[in-house]
């Protein structure tokens, strides 16, 4: 069975990749409805976290904190989602998402219903504080191990 994350790190789209290390790659999610979101993928086909050694899943974690950290600094949402489900895409990754009092499905789940249509202005300046964000992950990423 194909899997979509092992496909994409094969051939990632242009400005797809933010960072990367021999274990992991920080993707931006091209979800115009929520500008910042963001992947924490394994580069290798692993299923679950438990798959990984302690120092392994460690790294996961460490990784995925200091994209919500740049999230919680540059965009400064109301909450930041972190999911790890693979139930579609058995491939250990995380998601980790800026959520808003004003966007489309809060305080539900972003695969719920839509509560209210985004402001395309909000969204737009959002989507503007994306360089930063980025540069802000880097920069925090920079002293993972």
Not at 54 to 81: F, S
Not at 105 to 114: E, G, N, S
């Amino acid at each position: 069975m194909a899997c979509d994350l092992c496909n994409l790190l094969e051939a990632p789209a242009e400005g797809v990749i933010i960072w990367s290390d021999e274990l992991l790659v920080v993707i931006n999610v091209d979800e115009p409805e929520y500008p910042g979101y963001t992947r924490v993928v394994w580069r290798e086909h692993v299923r679950e976290m438990t798959d990984l050694t302690l120092a392994q899943r460690q790294h996961v974690m460490a990784v995925v904190w200091a994209v919500e950290e740049a999230q919680r600094t540059v965009m400064a949402p109301h909450k930041i989602n972190l999911a790890s489900f693979g139930n579609m895409t058995p491939h250990v990754h995380w998601h980790v998402i800026p959520r808003y009092t004003d966007d489309a499905h809060f305080p539900q789940p972003t695969w719920a219903p839509v509560q209210r249509a985004a402001d395309p202005a909000v969204l737009a300046v959002r989507r503007a504080l994306l360089p930063a964000l980025h540069e802000a992950m880097i920069e925090r990423l920079q002293g993972i191990v």
